[in-house]
């Protein structure tokens, strides 16, 4: 069965090569008619499964259901989040705020205001030893961003060149004494220095629209807004690793996180947001005990009885993971991440102050990883037929049954991709098959309480991708072998059987990424020059106007006498 892309987060977005921001989707009435027919699919692929007519020998038929479980549960929450999908995140307050928003322009004086008032802002780009031209760009579009901001880069990787970069771009360097903490860390450190009424985040690859505060500010005149998050877009789809792990996010951001705004569930994903200052001083900074202090720090939120707002427009362009190894260690933290709330922060228990909808939602999110294990269980069952003649479904259940139930579900799941991402993606699909090490890594992690460190996510890989696929390497070999050996019993049999099929199908998945590894290795031996995205936006203002601090002394401390205060449409806390 296939397993629609979505995430924990986190997270990422794939129809990059844009050169404009685009707007988000919302579900038109081909997807919504393509849920409703995929989710009747999926009910009668479950009736299907559970008949006791269907079932066959004990163990197989067990590693079905529980693997089909898991994956069910999940597209049929998915389904429903998405069929939520269509609410529009800006309401009238919201556009009356944006047509307010720079009320002194004209006079030379770019300050945002919200509800009268002028606010600080403060734009954090959070850097850990990302290459030089990376950081350049993305703190030069950050300072460049229209409406007066300040730009902080905060800098864990503790490079002077980073330093002098900041410096010649009209930004603030911090550079701390530890690493403690990560990246959340980084961000409350610099809390303590910056003390606007909001900031903004971004990670080094991330390079902004000059508009990016302009679009994501208005939605701040409800009081109750802690954040606002926008998508995760990638310019850099020049591996298949880059992108297939691009376009598992795209369901999630197009479709998923805007659904989530109905159930007051959309969560950070850690980069292109805007945070509320107090808001985050409420619950004692951004959450530093877990590799996901994102939708940590969200939950927390939520749990205080704030909101969050994910606006659907890619307002930022980032890098994709490029490499096997930036993709595994990028997906084994988040899925590390995913896993943690589950076993020490259970969505469901009564002790979390959440509504009904957002414990599902966060229970979606701490669960999501454990549809990327199913796999392992689901390439293990032909080989069990095989070998030891051991069936899942009863022999009573013809091919052509099967087929009707398991092939339509997952030609439909197919299908539903497909329409969301534009195109069939089959890097999408590899990804999904083959990453199953790297999840029951991060749940094995988890269990026994051990850490990992903090990675780069980006092209900052120098090893032997093979380093990174030795279980795949190892069920590729195994899965050849028993090809081959199914083979020659279909041979002497006279007909060819299902789980030959079926095994041999898993094998072409797996030696596919292996060649993809054999390519990466041997472009990692004949290094060439990288293009630089083709997505990042040009800067158009006058740094030195759009860039300067703003005295907090210099904030008048009422509405001016012509800018009437605002009164949000609702949702006051």
């Not at 990246?183 to 000059?210: C, E, M, Q, R, S």
């Not at 899942?392 to 197919?414: C, D, K, N, R, S």
């Not at 860039?547 to 949702?571: N, S």
Request: net charge positive; glycine share 6%; hydrophobic share 45%.
């Amino acid at each position: 069965m296939a397993r629609i892309p979505s995430a924990h987060h986190h997270r990422r977005h794939g129809h990059a090569q844009r050169e404009q921001p685009e707007k988000g989707g919302e579900p038109t009435p081909v997807m919504i008619l393509l849920v409703v027919v995929a989710t009747i699919g999926v009910l009668a692929y479950t009736g299907f499964l559970l008949a006791p007519g269907s079932r066959g020998d004990l163990l197989p038929y067990v590693m079905i259901i529980a693997a089909e479980s898991v994956l069910v549960v999940q597209a049929l929450l998915s389904m429903w989040t998405i069929l939520s999908s269509g609410r529009n995140p800006r309401d009238y307050a919201a556009h009356d705020a944006a047509a307010r928003l720079l009320p002194r322009l004209a006079r030379g004086d770019d300050r945002i205001h919200l509800r009268g008032r002028p606010i600080v802002i403060d734009v954090l780009v959070t850097v850990y030893g990302e290459e030089l031209d990376t950081v350049r760009r993305t703190v030069t579009a950050a300072v460049g961003m229209r409406g007066a901001h300040r730009t902080w880069v905060l800098d864990d990787g503790r490079s002077d060149d980073v330093r002098t970069l900041a410096e010649t771009a009209g930004a603030r360097y911090v550079r701390r004494l530890s690493s403690h903490g990560a990246k959340a860390g980084n961000i409350n450190h610099a809390l303590t220095l910056a003390k606007g009424d909001f900031f903004a985040i971004f990670d080094a690859d991330f390079v902004p629209v000059p508009t990016f505060l302009l679009q994501t500010m208005p939605l701040f005149v409800h009081d109750d807004v802690a954040f606002v998050q926008t998508p995760q877009v990638y310019g850099n789809l020049h591996t298949v690793v880059a992108r297939g792990a691009a376009y598992m996010q795209t369901v999630f951001y197009r479709f998923v996180q805007p659904g989530r705004n109905r159930f007051n569930a959309a969560i950070c994903v850690g980069t292109n947001v805007v945070f509320r200052r107090t808001a985050i001083d409420e619950v004692g900074g951004m959450y530093t005990d877990s590799k996901s202090e994102d939708v940590w720090t969200s939950l927390l939120l939520h749990e205080r009885g704030w909101r969050s707002v994910f606006l659907p427009d890619a307002l930022a362009v980032g890098e994709a993971p490029e490499t096997i190894e930036a993709y595994s260690k990028q997906q084994l933290r988040w899925a590390t991440g995913g896993f943690e709330i589950l076993l020490r922060h259970n969505p469901l228990s009564l002790r979390r102050r959440l509504t009904m909808d957002q414990r599902i939602q966060y229970l979606v999110t701490a669960t999501f990883y454990l549809t990327g294990i199913c796999p392992l269980l689901l390439l293990l069952v032909p080989p069990l037929e095989i070998y030891f003649d051991l069936r899942p479904m009863t022999l009573e259940t013809t091919v052509l049954t099967w087929a009707l139930y398991y092939g339509g579900f997952y030609a439909m799941q197919i299908l539903l991709a497909w329409f969301a991402v534009g195109s069939f993606r089959w890097e999408t699909l590899t990804l999904a098959t083959v990453s199953f090490p790297i999840y029951a890594k991060a749940l094995w992690n988890v269990l026994l309480g051990r850490d990992i460190g903090w990675h780069v996510t980006g092209s900052a890989s120098r090893r032997s991708p093979f380093n990174f696929v030795i279980p795949q390497t190892l069920f590729f070999v195994f899965l050849a072998l028993t090809t081959l050996v199914a083979g020659w019993r279909d041979v002497d049999n006279g007909a060819l059987t299902l789980a030959t099929a079926w095994n041999a199908t898993n094998t072409v998945i797996l030696g596919a990424f292996l060649v993809t590894a054999l390519r990466e290795a041997r472009a990692m031996a004949r290094p060439q020059e990288r293009p630089a995205p083709s997505a990042a936006p040009v800067v158009t203002a006058p740094l030195t106007v759009v860039a300067r601090p703003l005295p907090l002394a210099a904030r008048p401390a009422e509405p001016a006498a012509d800018e009437p205060a605002l009164v949000p449409a609702g949702g006051a806390r």
